[in-house]
Every structure is written in C-alpha cells, then in structure tokens.
C-alpha cells in the first residue's frame, strides 16, 4: 500500500511544482485572517490533515487552498467548493477534487474520459448537478 502511494505525484495545475515531495500533500491554507501550511493524506479518501501546532480547521469552515509555490488558487471550475491538483499515477495524468470546506469528505478522481471513482460521505452534493454535467455526456 505505502509504496503505490509513493508512486502517486500531485503537483499544481498551474505551474506544475511538485506538491508531495514526502509523504503529505503540502499546501497554503486561508480562511480570514489565519493563513498556514497544511499537509494532506495522499491517499484519495483519508481525510487526515497535519496542521501546525495550536491550528485548526473548525468542520464547516470554506478554505481558501492555494499552491505553495505560486501561490495561485486551487479552487476548481467545477465548483467553488471543489479545489483541484493534478495527480500522476503510474500512467496518464488525472485531476483530484476535493472539497476545501472543513470537515466534508468528498473526493473526486477523474480521467480525461470521465470519472475513474469518487471517495468520501459528502460526495452526492456534488456528483448530481457537476461531475455528470461535465464528465457524464
């Protein structure tokens, strides 16, 4: 298991930086006034982030998730509460979306020919109306 996810390299969509040099995505975290680093599970699903000692993110709460080398937005066009990174499995590149509200667990892996699988309790809010919109015709 640890090594495919090894194998699994997200970078940003925009300038292309590598985003899990180790063993976490890394990424800028802003809501108001608070602006951190967070490090996110690899693994599609595991919703387990590291924050910085005396940090959190209250469930409920809407990020702002940016890359932490261009410092570009992640927010998707599929949705303003879906962020998106690119991910390279073996094989073609993919995009992941995820939800950038605390505490909701929707995951969405997605091929250029459509949704390869989506992760997560929350995803229904989301599958309906936008993944099928783009990716089901």
């Given at each position: 298991?640890?090594?495919?996810?090894?194998?699994?390299?997200?970078?940003?969509?925009h300038?292309?930086?590598?985003?899990?040099?180790?063993d976490?995505?890394?990424?800028?975290a802003?809501?108001?006034?608070?602006?951190?680093?967070?490090?996110?599970?690899?693994?599609?699903?595991?919703?387990e982030?590291?924050?910085?000692?005396?940090?959190?993110?209250?469930?409920?709460?809407?990020?702002?998730l940016?890359?932490?080398?261009?410092e570009?937005?992640?927010v998707?066009?599929?949705?303003?509460d879906?962020?998106?990174?690119?991910?390279?499995a073996?094989?073609?590149?993919?995009?992941?979306?995820?939800?950038?509200?605390?505490?909701?667990?929707?995951?969405?892996?997605?091929?250029?020919?459509?949704?390869?699988?989506?992760?997560?309790?929350?995803?229904d809010r989301?599958?309906?109306?936008?993944?099928?919109?783009?990716?089901?015709?």
């Amino acid at each position: 298991q640890q090594g495919v996810l090894m194998s699994w390299k997200y970078s940003c969509p925009h300038c292309e930086a590598p985003l899990n040099p180790d063993d976490r995505v890394v990424l800028q975290a802003e809501c108001g006034d608070r602006q951190f680093s967070v490090g996110l599970h690899p693994q599609p699903g595991n919703y387990e982030v590291d924050l910085p000692p005396g940090e959190e993110m209250p469930p409920g709460t809407r990020w702002e998730l940016f890359c932490p080398v261009c410092e570009k937005s992640l927010v998707s066009e599929l949705s303003e509460d879906l962020c998106a990174l690119v991910v390279t499995a073996p094989g073609e590149p993919h995009r992941v979306y995820f939800s950038r509200i605390a505490g909701e667990e929707a995951t969405f892996v997605v091929s250029a020919e459509g949704l390869l699988k989506d992760y997560g309790i929350h995803t229904d809010r989301y599958l309906e109306h936008l993944v099928h919109e783009k990716y089901m015709r």
